[in-house]
Every structure is written in C-alpha cells, then in structure tokens.
C-alpha cells in the first residue's frame, strides 16, 4: 500500500500546491462525496455518543440539553455534532487539511462588528476548532440547509438546491482565493454590503443587518442593566440572564472565587494594547448566562465591566472543553487549554476577530474562553426564511467558508481537489439528503429513550450566545 503523499509546503509553487490537490482525488474521488454511513453500521452507537458528549457538563443541566434537542430534527443537528464527528471519521476524506469550524451549521453564520466597526458576515462559533479535513466542515455545513428546510416544511428540492448553491459558491470563491494576491485573501471580509448585493437587498437582510447596528452594548445596557445602590448590575432575566439557580450558584459561586486570578490571566492572552483598553474598566457583575443548544451543561458567565462609571462592556466566559473532532484527528498542537485553542482556532480562521477575545482557566483547571456578548451582533431567524432566502444564504455561507479555509489552509490545493467538474455539487447534495435521513432517525431514537425514561430530558427556552 503506497503511503499517502505529504501535503507541500506553504512556498511550494501554485502549480505544485494545486497538482497536490488533484491527486488526492485517488484517496476520495469527487462522487465517493456522495457516499454516507450506513444508519445501523456496525459501531454506530448515537445515543452512547450522545452520552459521552455529557461528560463534564454540569450534570442537572444534561436534560434541559436532551430537551432542547429533541424540539426537531433542527435543534437535535446542532447539538449532534460529535455524532457527527464520529460518522464523518469513518468515510474517506481528502487529506487536504484547513482549521475548521468543526460545527459548521447554518445557525452558526452570522453578523458582527469589525475592530474597524465595520458589519462583517461570517463564522461566529468556533467551540470545536480545530486543524482537520476540509470535507467535514462543508458535509455539516451542506447537512444543515436540507435538514432546515425539511423542519421548514420546504419541498424537497429546495433543501437541495441550497446544498448545491452552497457548493458552487464555495467551489467558485475557493478559486478566486487561489488567485488573490496573498495579503487581499488573508484581509478578504464579506461585508454587509457585499452581502445585500448577493440577495439582492432583500427585506429579511436589511432587517438582518439593521438589527446588527442596534445590537451594542450600550443599548443591551438600556435592557439589560438596572442602578443598585449607585452600581450598575445585571437584571435577571431567566432562563437566559440569571444570578442564582439550583446548580447554577454551585458553579457561578466556585467561578466568582478564582475571578481575580482568571481575569488577570485573561488579561496576558491579550495584546498589550488591549491590555491597556481592558484595564479601563472596573468588573461590577458577575451572572449565569445561558448558551445555544450544542453548549447547554457548559459553564458560561456574564461579566458586566464598566469604565468612567457609565460606559458598560458585557464579556462572555464560556467554558471550552475538548474538541469533538480531538477523539479523531488528535489535540490542537501548541495549544495549552481548551480555551486558547479556540482563540487561536478562531483568530486564524475569522476574518475579524473581536478585540476582547481571549482565554483564561478558572479554579480546577477549567479552560474557557472570553469575548464580547453582543457587539453589533445579529443571525437570522430560521422561521422566516422563504425557499429563495435559505438558497442566498446558502450562497453567502459557502461564500464565508470558503474564505475561512482560504485563510486557514491552502486555497491552491482545495481549488485543485474540487476542480470544475460540478460533480461535487450533485454528490455533495446527496451525502446532505442521506445524512439529513441519518440525522432524524437518530432523532427519533432520542425522542423513542426519553419516552421510555431511559433518558432525562426537560424543557426549556432556547437561545443563542
């Protein structure tokens, strides 16, 4: 057996680097994209997976996740991705590597603000980061539209022409990418505007949009926030924003204990001259913040700070626990917690990243990672897309991954693999429609454990962070 051929170096010529590209081809041809695992394929355990994704999530919270799974087939995908990590470990891949999302779902594609204030459209969730195969991003990424549009109650073809819209514009843009000057591809954003001119200034996008520029902190503040004997502190607002709560003020109580000593090292992940605009501000609150679906059980607080006594900042800790993909491809190398593979996860991959972005470990070793909860951040609201919205914003996805994978891999080599032939397109649909069938199998199989009480699950409102 000829071992496989080692990627080239990052100076090798274009030629070279796009050749690399073609002939992984014989590892995992364009059509073998179509091939899915079999649902009861020796092995495949998904409730067992399920389970061991629990591990080392506040236990009383286990069932509120089960719970805000089992809502639909949508709501179980995006918190299945170590299901799906495992599926996709046993199909064959490219080889070629890029840091991936690692839960690449459509829910995860979104606005927020620049450094420059700028709206940019992109990537906002990185939790399972990390160096891998570009297939598995773009078979989640493609997965999501045709499991969306079924919840939605679309005809079947539009699930699909949204994976195949996706495709093309992945493919397309990878392409483009390939032949950017290197500094225009490392600084290439997908602005708001570029954004309006692929949906052709639609009413959902502009509603989209407007709501990303009202979205800051001081408007949060305004409902967010109330005076407490001259202090400003935050306002419980559960299930989302709370202080204390059952097992929550176990946790909010141990995390409240180590504060000083984390948000001094919080403070060194920084650059020194944010370091200098962070030491501006004075903490004044510390909450129970509720995360999305996939993070349900982890550890996540509010931190209000404020500077000059009126001017709030709203910092997020969210606690970042092994990779799905690690059980797979190994631990991020040069790494030292969780947390900070995020950072560096999501700082390479980003086109922007948020200037408070950092990572820390709280008492017990704990890595989390920190950044700002809302700056002119905004996601579209899945009930309200018509077939003609979930196909432009496929586009726009594609579009931001692609990127993404540019930045983050070699764009000459993913270029060289996907070709022209639009082959990929057709087989990357039909992996999405077969695994979309795995995926609410799965579904009901969870559905079918909760009813018989051999699993917990509780109600709950959900939301995102």
Request: proline share 5%; net charge positive.
């Amino acid at each position: 057996m000829k071992p496989e051929p080692r990627a080239p170096d990052a100076k090798a010529s274009p030629a070279d680097r796009r050749a690399f590209g073609r002939a992984q081809r014989a590892h995992c041809a364009l059509d073998q994209w179509a091939d899915a695992p079999k649902p009861d394929a020796a092995g495949r355990d998904p409730l067992g997976w399920l389970k061991a994704s629990n591990r080392g999530r506040v236990p009383e919270l286990v069932p509120v996740r089960h719970g805000r799974m089992l809502a639909t087939p949508f709501t179980f995908y995006r918190g299945a991705a170590s299901l799906m990590a495992n599926d996709l470990a046993r199909l064959p891949h490219s080889g070629i590597a890029t840091q991936l999302c690692g839960d690449a779902h459509l829910a995860n594609f979104g606005f927020f603000a620049s450094p420059e204030r700028s709206l940019v459209f992109d990537i906002n969730d990185f939790d399972e980061t990390l160096q891998g195969p570009f297939d598995w991003d773009v078979r989640r990424l493609a997965t999501s539209f045709v499991v969306a549009a079924r919840d939605l109650g679309f005809k079947p073809r539009v699930g699909r022409d949204a994976v195949r819209q996706m495709a093309e514009a992945y493919r397309d843009r990878m392409r483009r990418f390939a032949r950017m000057d290197t500094l225009d591809a490392w600084y290439a954003r997908l602005t708001s505007q570029t954004l309006l001119k692929l949906g052709a200034e639609d009413a959902t996008e502009l509603a989209v949009i407007k709501k990303a520029r009202h979205s800051t902190s001081r408007v949060f503040a305004e409902e967010a926030t109330e005076m407490v004997q001259g202090r400003l502190m935050v306002r419980d607002r559960p299930p989302f924003v709370y202080h204390d709560a059952k097992a929550t003020a176990r946790e909010i109580g141990r995390f409240r204990a180590g504060l000083p000593a984390f948000l001094a090292q919080y403070r060194t992940s920084l650059t020194p001259e944010r370091q200098r605009l962070f030491d501006r501000y004075e903490l004044h609150d510390v909450a129970v913040l509720t995360p999305g679906v996939g993070s349900v059980g982890r550890r996540c607080f509010l931190l209000l700070l404020v500077a000059d006594q009126i001017h709030p900042l709203f910092l997020q800790c969210k606690e970042a626990g092994e990779s799905v993909l690690e059980a797979h491809l190994g631990p991020a190398p040069g790494s030292g917690s969780p947390g900070q593979r995020v950072v560096q996860g999501q700082r390479l991959a980003q086109a922007a990243s948020d200037v408070f972005l950092g990572w820390a470990e709280a008492q017990g070793g704990r890595g989390f990672y920190v950044r700002q909860l809302r700056d002119m951040k905004a996601s579209y609201k899945l009930e309200d897309f018509k077939p003609v919205d979930l196909a432009e914003f496929a586009e726009a996805c594609g579009y931001s991954l692609a990127r993404a994978h540019a930045k983050g891999g070699d764009a000459w080599s993913i270029a060289g693999y996907l070709g022209r032939s639009r082959t990929f397109n057709t087989a990357l649909a039909d992996f999405a429609e077969a695994y979309a069938d795995i995926n609410q199998a799965d579904w009901r199989q969870l559905k079918k454990a909760v009813a018989s009480g051999k699993v917990a699950a509780v109600e709950a409102a959900s939301t995102d962070s």
